[in-house]
């Protein structure tokens, strides 16, 4: 393409969406439409904490969202929003964007009245910059940054197989989550060690109704085979909230509403197939299982003895794991962290479920776009809450796993293992960037950070600590 037409280079800024460089020409076909202001904000620490609230917000509701197209047309289809979470992973452009408020105070105005048709554009998605006819010079320039977002990729990509350990050679353990025995395929690719979140409603969605023991253990079993003796955590059936099915009543609150476990205590007849399935799938390869939306101890132990009841009924049959199950809560309520001590007794092990954990701490729906700013892990109280489980976990000396959107984000995987949790388990894609973020840092590092986050128990401070951190490790321009 030629470098822009007669008109002179004109460059606009506005908000840094994507990572890479892209050139064509311009169709200005929205005038009149919404335009995006560009204004100077008077406190750019708070337009950084809206940035960052709304990148984990988004994250959370993209992965809702890739989920959903999973279940209702496909993985490859669904494989898309891999991309895009990617992109809110990407700590170098959200360390770019933060130091560029912080020095201008921003956003794109006047992009519509600026562009002609026929101009050319050039957008540069990780600095929001927009050139409007860049020269040929301009372009020349935008080679070199293009390469090296490709070769930061390749760098990570090149040690997607290499052990979880610290440069001190201190073991993590990065696993995957996916809610289809064809997403192992991904999750092999990128060297997960296990699945550390089975999404067993995806195949209610999927069908839009109640499996019956077969067709579940057909697909469980499918999974554990897949798997190739790498350990699957399946979660058990977590219907309602935001993953309804059609013959569920509708409710004011679904969130908080009859879902999960609390369905399932009630639903014998749909819990005990489940955990039928479950075992024989066992029968294939290890297998774990942990239930959705505990709120205390009396829910955990009436979840247990089914089970166990369950597993004594195939016993008799003469069905029989390959290795013993061993059955975790799912630490996502705040009253489960209130009570971790007594959960951490009865549990052999936790796994925490950040995205409806700080959905509930901060009273902050997950999927509401209007109270997405507030939804913000970086909250002290966040972290907090995160002691303490990780602290009534160690204490009894159980595993505390990570399985929300937190443990795939580069910023918030070297806190939560400084913090003293051993697994991380995210989407497929969230893999690489993670295990290069940690393969290139010093447990004592990690420590550090941690004290640093706690002795701060300040939002802001929390995002400056854990983006400096990470974007040392993936700065490799
Ligand atoms: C979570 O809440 O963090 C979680 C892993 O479960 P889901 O997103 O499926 O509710
Ligand atoms: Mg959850």
Known sequence: MKAGNHRPEVRLKGIAAAPGVARGPAYPLMRGMAIVSCEKVADPEAEIRRLEAALAATRVQIATLRDDVARKLNES???IFDAHLLVLEDVALIDDVSKEVRRSGFGVKGLMEAVQEGDVILVDGESGLIIINPTAETIEGYRDKEQAIRTRRDRVLAEVALPDVTTDGGAFDLQANIGDPAEMEDA???CARGVGLYRTENLYLRLDGWPDEQVQYEEYAEAVKAAKGRPVT???LDLGGDKRLGDLADEANPFMGYRAVRLCLERPDVFRPQLRALIRAATHGPVQVMFPMISGVEELRRAKDIFRDVEAELAREGVRPSAPIRLGAMIEIPSAAAVADELAAEAD????????????LLAVDRGNQRVASLYDPCHPA???TLMVIFAAAQKRGIP????GELGGDPLWAPLLIGLGVHELSMSPAALPEVRFVLR???SA??????AKVVASADAAKTRALLQDFASAKLKLR
């Open 440 to 442: 290139h840092s010093a």
């Open 234 to 236: 399946f979660r058990t």
């Open 400 to 403: 505390a796993a990570v399985c």
């Open 382 to 384: 966040v972290v907090r």
């Open 445 to 450: 590092e990690l420590r550090e950070l941690a």
């Open 188 to 190: 092999l690719a990128y």
């Open 349 to 360: 092990f936790f796994s925490v479920g950040t995205n409806d954990l700080v959905q509930y």
């Open 77 to 79: 289809e669904a494989s």
